[in-house]
């Protein structure tokens, strides 16, 4: 499976975006997929991860304010920021996540999707 992440921008403190990965394969029903960040000058880190049944998994600091979806007819997943922070800004990536661990990955980086919080 091939993924392209998409829907980044510059957005308010308090405000909500929607971050879009695009998969492409055969494989998409029985993958379980990750969205992950990259603020500059830090490592890249686990934020949201969902299984192929639909079980959702979030880091403490996302959590209750993004929603993680997918949709395996559109071969998709979503990612729903509300109440952003100028924390959560970073580039935002999609991955394959590891069976033992969401904080692992199977899948090269792509290019990810800069999301901007100013305060």
């Known amino acids: 499976v091939q993924l392209q992440a998409s829907g980044g921008g510059l957005v308010q403190a308090g405000e909500s975006l929607t971050l879009s990965c695009a998969a492409s394969g055969s494989t998409f029903r029985r993958n379980d997929f990750g969205w992950y960040r990259q603020a500059p000058g830090q490592t890249r880190e686990w934020v949201a991860s969902?299984?192929?049944?639909?079980?959702?998994n979030y880091a403490d600091s996302v959590k209750g304010r993004f929603t993680i979806s997918r949709d395996n007819a559109k071969k998709t997943v979503s990612l729903q920021m509300s109440s952003l922070k100028p924390d959560d800004t970073a580039v935002y990536y999609c991955?394959?996540?590891?069976?033992?661990?969401?904080?692992?990955?199977?899948?090269?980086w792509g290019r990810g999707t800069q999301v901007t919080v100013s305060s």
């Open positions: 991955n394959v996540p590891t069976t033992y661990s969401p904080h692992y990955v199977t899948k090269p």
């Open positions: 969902i299984s192929s049944g639909g079980d959702t």
